[in-house]
């Protein structure tokens, strides 16, 4: 992960973070200690000890996750960069009906947007028709072309 990228995320993280106190739960994908959504995470929360704002940090495998872990909580943090994550079924459903704040990093937004965008005005679809366009790098010239993707 580069320093803008992280330093990106933390400004985000601020601007999630109301003023008052907040109890923040951190969920992860991939295993623990190895995976790079674990160590982003870590990242986090560690990062996340410079907010005065914030009381208290939990952070838990969403492999693991259980409706509980939401009581008291009032931002959710969820960083996914595994290729097929394991969500509890619970886990999707729970942060729907979550009154607090969602910050959702990386990958699999979908699984949430899906079945639950309209909610907060969003939705996932299929891009298509895109057309191609020309990037340049140095002197060396070629063609881009998106296929149509799910976003």
Not at 34 to 52: G, M, P, V, W
Not at 59 to 86: H, I, N, Y
Request: with cysteine.
């Amino acid at each position: 992960m580069t320093r803008l990228r992280l330093v990106a995320i933390l400004f985000g993280l601020a601007a999630a973070l109301p003023l008052q106190s907040n109890d923040v739960l951190l969920l992860y994908d991939g295993p623990r200690e190895s995976s790079e959504a674990f160590k982003s995470a870590r990242y986090i929360q560690n990062a996340l000890d410079h907010f005065t704002s914030v009381s208290s940090k939990e952070l838990l495998p969403a492999s693991t996750f259980r409706s509980e872990a939401l009581k008291g909580k009032d931002v959710v943090v969820v960083v996914c960069e595994e290729g097929q994550p394991d969500f509890p079924a619970a886990l999707i459903e729970d942060l729907a009906a979550f009154p607090g704040r969602i910050v959702w990093l990386h990958m699999h937004v979908d699984r949430l947007l899906d079945p639950h965008g309209r909610r907060w005005g969003l939705a996932t679809g299929i891009i298509s028709n895109v057309p191609t366009w020309k990037s340049a790098t140095r002197e060396e010239r070629f063609l881009k072309k998106i296929r149509a993707s799910r976003i």
